[in-house]
């Protein structure tokens, strides 16, 4: 793989080359290996992403960070399904991924993902049921319980157009977490947000995963939410992406000499003219 070896010291004990300390499964819940993805525009074919490779591991906050047009929301894509490799493969628990599924649930940045005629409590409901997961009565019950989980049961009969932005996206995530999927694709989802509402979102989606431990592919183009969010990071080159680098996040927060240090290593990476040498993985 391309890119510096893997840092030493992990964020919440998931430190490299190990098996986290939320599970004891030491084989990779997606694997993604030399993955070359394209798409068409009108005029061109784009070369998104080139021999690509990492592995996430159950309980992993996975993140995808490179600048704009590094091929990261591309990736997502590929691993939702929606995108097929035309070089190398893509792998969720064993099984070669070749269409979209419940087992992977997609968070967008855009406000408007939820149905503006249907209430919180409803909208969350509304995959549980259209998939035939489970019954009414069931669905209620489990949809309840991921609003209750971000907060928002006070307005669980609300419509999305008496909803903030941060509290959509609480919603969206609810909906997402309620279908229980092998893992959490999240597409910058606070793109969109104040600075503040979306340092909020931040500490809560940390606070989530703190009581469910669930698995999520992130992508960003912000270093500072990199660090903040992921367990560990894959650093992207431009345009084409390639691997530049994984690295492991650090627990020390925003302001820490640690935290610093990894960002500054990260602007060099992200901002780099030069190529990085190849290196073995650690």
Partial sequence: ?????????GRNGAAGGTTPEWTSDPSPLLDV??????YKTRHHLVTATCRVSFQVRRGDRFVL???SGCGKSTLLKGVGGFLKPVEGAIRLAGREIDAPGPD????????????????????????????????RADAEIRAMKYIVKVGLEAFADA??????????????????????????????????????TRRKMQQELLRLWQDTHFTALFVTH?????????TRILVLSPHPGRVRAELNSVT????????AALQARIEDLVFAGHAVEEEPHA
């Fill in 65 to 67: 960070l490179g600048p």
């Fill in 1 to 9: 793989m391309e890119g510096d070896a893997l840092a030493k010291g």
């Fill in 33 to 38: 290996q030399g993955v070359t993805l394209q």
């Fill in 252 to 259: 020390q927060g925003v302001g820490s000499p640690e935290f």
């Fill in 159 to 196: 419509y999305p157009h008496a909803l903030s932005g941060g509290m959509k996206q609480r919603v969206a995530i609810a909906r997402a977490m309620a279908m229980e999927p092998e893992m959490l694709l999240m597409d910058e989802p606070y793109a969109a947000l104040d600075a503040l």
């Fill in 222 to 230: 912000s270093i500072e939410e990199a660090i903040i969010i992921g």
């Fill in 104 to 135: 992977r649930m997609m968070v967008f940045q855009e406000f408007d993902q939820l149905l503006p005629w249907k209430t919180v409590r409803h909208n969350v409901m509304f995959p549980l049921l259209a998939s035939g997961r489970l019954g």
